[in-house]
């Protein structure tokens, strides 16, 4: 069994490791490795940030129209589509849309952890981790 810091901190290894591999080496099996990386870290981190919410019944409202996985993948998306921008590109004029897919698709993927926040009962209280 893995200790409960590595277990959590699984879904940002592989995100991160595939965004280096993408961004430091450059070449075509990098950047599929990369983007399998960060897909399957985006699909772990779905999964347990939808069991662990609190709003089960908001989720849907939340979405609109857009099918659940798409909703969920969103932010990665963005990311990952402004970081393979940024790399794929040789016009300089694209950096700043890369930039801000980047930084938008960093946002809401924040936004939508602070907001699903895992409950824990502790000795008749709620505990916020």
Same mark, same amino acid.
């Given at each position: 069994?893995?200790?409960?810091?590595?277990?959590? @901190?699984? /879904?940002?290894?592989?995100?991160?490791? @595939?965004?280096?591999?993408?961004? =430091?080496?450059?070449? $075509?099996?990098?950047?599929? !490795?990369?983007?399998? =990386?960060?897909?399957?870290?985006?699909?772990?981190?779905?999964?347990?940030?939808?069991?662990?919410?609190?709003?089960?019944?908001? &989720? !849907?409202?939340?979405? @609109? &129209? =857009?099918?659940?996985?798409?909703?969920?993948?969103? /932010? $990665?998306?963005?990311?990952?589509?402004? =970081?393979?921008?940024?790399?794929? !590109?040789?016009?300089?004029?694209?950096?700043?849309?890369?930039?801000?897919?980047?930084?938008?698709?960093?946002?809401?993927?924040?936004?939508?952890?602070?907001?699903?926040?895992?409950?824990?009962?502790?000795?008749?209280?709620?505990? $916020?981790?």
């Amino acid at each position: 069994m893995l200790p409960n810091r590595v277990y959590e @901190g699984l /879904p940002y290894i592989y995100i991160g490791t @595939g965004v280096l591999a993408m961004s =430091l080496l450059g070449n $075509f099996v990098a950047v599929l !490795s990369g983007l399998i =990386l960060i897909v399957a870290g985006a699909l772990v981190w779905i999964l347990r940030s939808d069991h662990r919410r609190a709003d089960l019944r908001q &989720s !849907s409202a939340h979405r @609109g &129209s =857009l099918p659940f996985w798409l909703y969920e993948m969103q /932010p $990665f998306i963005y990311a990952t589509g402004g =970081l393979l921008l940024w790399q794929m !590109s040789n016009n300089q004029y694209l950096y700043p849309s890369a930039l801000v897919l980047i930084v938008v698709g960093l946002q809401i993927w924040l936004m939508r952890n602070t907001q699903r926040k895992h409950q824990v009962p502790i000795r008749n209280k709620t505990v $916020f981790r």
